[in-house]
Each structure stands twice: as structure tokens, then as C-alpha cells.
T-cell receptor
Framework: EPEVTQTPSHQVTQMGQEVILRCVPI?????FYWYRQILGQKVEFLVS????????KSEIFDDQFSVERPDGSNFTLKIRSTKLEDSAMYFC????????????FGPGTRLLVL | AQSVTQLGSHVSVSEGALVLLRCNYS??????LFWYVQYPNQGLQLLLK??????LVKGINGFEAEFKKSETSFHLTKPSAHMSDAAEYFC?????????????FGTGTQLKVEL
């Protein structure tokens, strides 16, 4: 069964450093998403992406964040200058965009900013 | 704006007992509702979804949920808990059909199943 994959599974970085989280969505899907979950809190929407541009973004998704689909398979989330409060589990999801769509989630990347 | 409230951050049941995980939603448009499960160190897996068809929705692993508009609820149930059901369960709502609609999640309920 096709699945969403994410790399790395864990990343530790120093405050102020740039990180890139990578995702490979399901191959025939058209919509891509990033969500995050700070430890002990709810899963929060960050951004959705369709047709090579951002469809919607939350207030969390400020100028420090960017997304890109650099080729036909990868979907990346970049955090330019990490802050302590960026420490969280980041989930990538994809969907085929049809009515009654289901978003399929990857296993997540746990980011720790020191 | 949409929101979801999950009552009870932790629920503990005995193996073989009924599982009931509560979810109430708030939405200005007819909602699409989802239950996801997260096993340790894994991603979110869809259990079931309500998309304005039948109000009683059956999902994987013997779970089902009933959409009750009058109560704005979408509670998840399973008649008989199994040890393998121990996981975190998330209720989520989206704005409707079509692509690109974000999910708004509840805070999750950790289900513990005891012998």
C-alpha cells in the first residue's frame, strides 16, 4: 500500500540554524500539507500546497517557514532560523484532492532545537 | 472557524470492555469529520470518516462512530477493547469536500487497555 515517507525521523539542531524536513507524498496525490504537534499539544495545521503554490497557511507559518516541491516526488519544509519553540513533531500529509478526500500522514520528524 | 473538543485526555478500559471516546465539534458549515489513530512512533492513520452520507460510520479494526448533528458530536466506539487498541486517538474536522481543506484536530485521547 502506498505511504507517505518522511526523513529524517529525528533531528537535533542548534537555535538559529536552518533545517529542512523532507517528505515523499503518495505518488498520484496532488495536495500536500504540513502539520506540527508540540509535545503535549494538539496537531496544528501549518500549510497546504497545490499546483506548486501555497493554498493556505496558518498564522504559525511565518516568514521563517517555506515549502517547496523541488522535483516530482519530494515536498520539503524549511525553517530558516530555528527557535526553541519550533521543537515539535512535524507531519507531512498528502491527498488526491477528490471529494471526501482523505489525508494520508507520514510518520513524522521529531525536531529538537537546543 | 471550526474546532473540535475531545473530552478526556486519558481513557482506561479493561480488555473486552466497551470503548467510548468523545468528540464534539463546532462548524459553521456542514462538517466532514475524521478519527485518526496514532500508535507509538508511527504517523496518523485514518480510522473512519463522516462525509454527509450515513450517520453511522464503520471504520477499521471494529471501530465505528455516529454523527449526531443535534448534539454536535462524533463519538468513537468499539464494543470490545483489545490490547492492540492502546494508542492515541484524534478527532478532526474539515470544511468540506474537495481538495486542500485543512484538518483541525482535537487534543487527542490516550487509550489504555488493561488486562
Amino acid at each position: 500500500e502506498p505511504e507517505v515517507t518522511q526523513t529524517p525521523s529525528h533531528q537535533v539542531t542548534q537555535m538559529g540554524q536552518e533545517v529542512i524536513l523532507r517528505c515523499v507524498p503518495i505518488s498520484n496525490h496532488l495536495y500536500f500539507y504540513w502539520y506540527r504537534q508540540i509535545l503535549g499539544q494538539k496537531v496544528e495545521f501549518l500549510v497546504s500546497f497545490y499546483n506548486n503554490e501555497i493554498s493556505e497557511k496558518s498564522e504559525i507559518f511565518d516568514d521563517q517557514f517555506s515549502v517547496e516541491r523541488p522535483d516530482g516526488s519530494n515536498f520539503t519544509l524549511k525553517i530558516r532560523s530555528t527557535k526553541l519553540e519550533d521543537s515539535a513533531m512535524y507531519f507531512c500529509a498528502s491527498s488526491d484532492g477528490l471529494a471526501q478526500e482523505t489525508q494520508y500522514f507520514g510518520p513524522g520528524t521529531r525536531l529538537l532545537v537546543l | 472557524a471550526q474546532s473540535v473538543t475531545q473530552l478526556g485526555s486519558h481513557v482506561s478500559v479493561s480488555e473486552g470492555a466497551l470503548v467510548l471516546l468523545r468528540c464534539n465539534y463546532s462548524s459553521s458549515v456542514p462538517p466532514y469529520l475524521f478519527w485518526y489513530v496514532q500508535y507509538p512512533n508511527q504517523g496518523l492513520q485514518l480510522l473512519l470518516k463522516y462525509t454527509s452520507a450515513a450517520t453511522l460510520v464503520k471504520g477499521i479494526n471494529g471501530f465505528e462512530a455516529e454523527f449526531k448533528k443535534s448534539e454536535t458530536s462524533f463519538h468513537l466506539t468499539k464494543p470490545s477493547a483489545h490490547m492492540s487498541d492502546a494508542a492515541e486517538y484524534f478527532c478532526a474536522v474539515s470544511e468540506g469536500p474537495g481538495g486542500g481543506n485543512k484538518l483541525t484536530f482535537g487534543t487527542g485521547t490516550q487509550l489504555k487497555v488493561e488486562l
